[in-house]
């Protein structure tokens, strides 16, 4: 068989298998991502098909997921949303820090994986995922609930950090000195207030520099700017990432509309090569040596996280139920823990250890992030009945 | 009546207000358009009994079941060219002196130079009312007039 047609057929097989699985997770409600990097610990390591003829397409591919995963979540928020969303929550999003990023620092440090790894590793379990967050509150029909503008500004604070974090951690992969490494966060910082600023006062002129009443010319100007964007942040070592996700903010309107409705689809699918080969660079046989240290971090951070968000509802008043639902809304990580895992493994600068931590630690918050979300309320019931009837007594006497 | 607006970023706009009871009622507008209709629960301010998604249609028919704002922003628009003349909805309140008195009672057009075009009575649209029309509290008047003429009539409806 001739190349070209072998590397059609493995690719079709592997999106085939993708949807199918997709599909599978639709069915039993949960998200996807855990089963895509599932999908890539199978096709791996002499699974049911070696991927060498598409190596480069699917290398290529995974970084289009990581740019476009992170321009349509620009796209998601206004410059003004994101001002408001960090005034309201700053105090929150801090304690959101301290609390999320410690266990996995501490855990990268105990397993002996150096300084970069412990920034690796704090940022992985920092990090909880807008996408599937979003999707399980419009399930659960919590859109309208007290809580959601609080755990929604969490999550915008959290966006904005990615925006400082993702640089920084790309200037220590590279192993700059301290002064270069200063000079990349000045850099970053610079053109991330300066993108701020054009975004808030002539985001118009960036979005009809890119908008075309024709859909052909307008997905092309789109995408092509990402990709623009995105090489030249890398280049200036900003992370490609965070150049997609800065120009994704600057574009407003309607133009963003039409522009996340016409993306969605690519996103979806460059995205879910993504995690499959990050899964495809993962060693199943190193997920047993550590999978004691993912459920340790799973059960900690699952903690961290509802008491980020307890607090955070009680400071906006919020009721005991409601702060319950926020802490558990919060819950999941997914589709950003693994693009800093999957940045720090390309360059190869950490312990390949750290990326089957890494997985086994997505697998199970993205499975128990909605679980969480879903089952607080009769939990929490439970629990005041428990309450209610151990104290009548007390009170009766 | 005091609707709280809050932006959900990435999502769209909740608006809500608190009715009598306490319960909240509102509507979430999503970013392309979608919109839901959102009661909270009794037990659970925080939390909602009920988001319903709706379409443009369906919010439109239930906007004119409960009346006033529909029929008011049409009036508007028809008299947009004609500067001067407003449309306001004005309440009958609980503590107004004309519940249970009629239209005539009021001597709106000659005291203020507002024509009452239209009462709003649960859901139901009463048409050019006369002089005998009664009024009940809970009534919306739909009110034609100048700024001023409309100002007044707030005032006579509330302290007759």
Redesign the interface.
């Known amino acids: 068989m001739d190349h070209t047609a072998l590397s059609l057929i493995e690719l079709g097989a592997v999106f085939f298998v993708l949807g199918a699985l997709g599909r599978l997770a639709a069915k039993i409600g949960m998200s996807p991502i855990p089963l895509y990097l599932v999908g890539g610990l199978c096709f791996g390591q002499g699974g049911l098909i070696p991927l060498g003829d598409i190596g480069p397409f699917t290398h290529l591919a995974s970084e289009m997921g990581v740019v476009l995963l992170l321009l349509l979540l620009g796209l ?2 206004s410059a003004a ?2 001002f ?2 960090l005034k309201r929550s700053w105090m929150a999003g801090v304690l959101d820090i301290v609390l999320n990023a410690a266990p996995g620092a501490a855990v990268a440090l105990i397993l002996g994986w150096g300084a970069v790894g412990a920034l690796v590793m704090g940022g992985v379990t920092y990090i909880s995922s ?1 996408g599937i967050i ?1 999707k399980v509150l ?1 399930d659960l ?9 609080v755990v ?2 969490i ?2 604070f959290e966006d904005l950090v990615m925006a400082l974090y993702l640089p920084i951690l790309t200037a220590l992969l590279v192993g700059v000195s301290v002064l270069g490494g200063l000079k990349a966060v000045g850099i970053s910082l610079a053109v991330i207030t300066v993108v701020l600023v054009v975004a808030l006062k002539f985001g118009r002129y960036v979005s009809a520099l890119v908008d075309s009443p024709d859909r052909e010319v307008f997905l092309l100007k789109v995408l092509g700017a990402a990709l623009l964007v995105a090489g030249a942040a890398s280049a200036l070592q900003v992370s490609a990432a965070v150049g997609a996700f800065l120009l994704g903010i600057a574009i407003s309107g309607s133009t963003a ?1 039409n522009a996340t ?1 016409m993306l969605e689809p690519l996103r979806d699918l460059f995205a879910a090569v993504f995690f499959v080969v990050f899964g495809l660079n993962t060693n199943p046989a190193q997920i047993p040596p550590v999978l004691g240290w993912a459920i340790a971090l799973a059960v900690v951070t699952t903690l961290t996280k509802v008491a980020t968000g307890w607090w955070a509802a009680r400071r906006q008043g ?2 005991k ?2 702060r319950a ?1 926020a802490g558990a809304a919060l819950v999941a990580r997914g589709e950003f823990s693994i693009v800093i895992a999957g940045l720090a493994v390309s360059y190869g600068a950490v312990d390949s250890e750290l990326a089957a931590l890494a997985t086994a630690y997505v697998l199970l918050m993205a499975i128990l992030g909605p679980t969480a979300a879903r089952l607080v ?1 009769p939990a929490a019931r439970a629990l005041q009945r428990k309450g209610s009837t151990a104290s009548a007594p007390s009170t009766a006497t | 009546m005091n609707v709280e607006v809050t932006p959900l970023p990435g999502i769209g706009v909740r608006k809500d207000f608190a009715i009598r009871n306490g319960r909240r009622v509102g509507v979430v507008t999503h970013r392309d358009g979608q919109i839901e209709l959102i009661v909270s629960k009794s037990d659970d301010p925080d939390a909602c009994l009920a988001s319903l998604p709706l379409s443009t249609d369906e919010a439109g028919a239930l906007a004119n079941l409960l009346g006033a704002p529909q029929l008011v922003a049409q009036l508007t628009e028809e008299h947009r060219d004609l500067p001067g003349i407003n449309t306001k909805q004005l309440p009958i309140k609980n503590a107004s002196p004309f519940d249970g008195r009629t239209l005539g009672d009021t001597g709106m057009r000659t005291r203020t130079g507002v024509s009452i075009v239209a009462v709003m009575r649960a859901g139901q649209v009463h048409p050019s009312p006369t002089p005998d029309f009664t009024f009940t509290s809970g009534d919306l008047l739909v009110a034609v007039g100048t700024s001023e003429g409309l100002e007044a009539a707030i005032k006579i409806l509330k302290y007759g």
Do not use: D, I, W
């Open positions: 998601e928020y949303e994101l408001t969303g807008s979003a419009g029909g919590r859109l309208g609930n007290r809580e959601t503008p929604l500004s999550l915008v509309e409705h919020v009721g139920m409601g639902r309320e």
